[in-house]
T-cell receptor, first 113, second 112 residues
Framework: EAQVTQNPRYLITVTGKKLTVTCSQN?????MSWYRQDPGLGLRQIYY???????DKGDVPEGYKVSRKEKRNFPLILESPSPNQTSLYFC????????????FGPGTRLTVT | AQKITQTQPGMFVQEKEAVTLDCTYD???????LFWYKQPSSGEMIFLIY??????QNATEGRYSLNFQKARKSANLVISASQLGDSAMYFC?????????FGQGTELSVKP
């Protein structure tokens, strides 16, 4: 089944403890992206990647890192999480940059205390 | 800067009636793409419809159509024959290069 998977789905952590949220797609998509969703703000793009080893900042990249060493994986790294990073995170992928349909993962709900 | 505005935080519609969800955007780009996504209470994001800035015809996908008025910079979503399962959050988004910018969303409630 074609899908985007994220792990973990739920995470409660403490300020400053490094964490990684994994994202994997099995559709051989070139384009992958991370978003955060906060009430009243919609989804905001954190980082995106147009292909392996090609990443770029979205609108809210501060406090986050990403890497794209393999086509299928695009992990989101929080080196020192803070409470303002408490949010719902979505990973998404599409065949190419200009493909009109993005496939979203199920979301990861992160709470930083 | 890119901006997407959805002015209706919440809307109600009677089952089987049509409803229009508003979306206006602000861009100086000539080439861009406009999207609508649905987010039911279960949380997943579901792609509904896409309109390219150079597409001359309004996009349609089943009961969904996009009323694209380029000069007015609006891309309203029209849902015909509303169903109870259409109750959800709806997000409009604009793509510029690799970036996708979302509006704040409209919560649609369909009444039986």
């Amino acid at each position: 089944e074609a899908q985007v998977t994220q792990n973990p789905r739920y995470l409660i952590t403490v300020t400053g403890k490094k964490l990684t949220v994994t994202c994997s797609q099995n559709m051989n998509h070139e384009y992958m992206s991370w978003y955060r969703q906060d009430p009243g703000l919609g989804l905001r793009q954190i980082y995106y990647s147009m292909n392996v080893e090609v990443t770029d900042k979205g609108d809210v990249p501060e406090g986050y890192k990403v890497s794209r060493k393999e086509k299928r994986n695009f992990p989101l790294i929080l080196e020192s999480p803070s409470p303002n990073q408490t949010s719902l995170y979505f990973c998404a992928s599409s065949l190419q940059l200009l493909s009109y349909e993005q496939y979203f993962g199920p979301g990861t709900r992160l709470t930083v205390t | 800067a890119q901006k997407i505005t959805q002015t209706q935080p919440g809307m109600f519609v009677q089952e089987k009636e049509a409803v229009t969800l508003d979306c206006t955007y602000d861009t100086s780009d000539q080439s861009y793409g406009l999207f609508w996504y649905k987010q039911p209470s279960s949380g997943e994001m579901i792609f509904l419809i896409y309109q390219g800035s150079y597409d001359e015809q309004n996009a349609t996908e089943g009961r969904y159509s996009l009323n694209f008025q380029k000069a007015r910079k609006s891309a309203n979503l029209v849902i015909s024959a509303s169903q109870l399962g259409d109750s959800a959050m709806y997000f409009c988004a604009i793509r510029r290069g690799g970036k996708l910018i979302f509006g704040q969303g409209t919560e649609l409630s369909v009444k039986p």
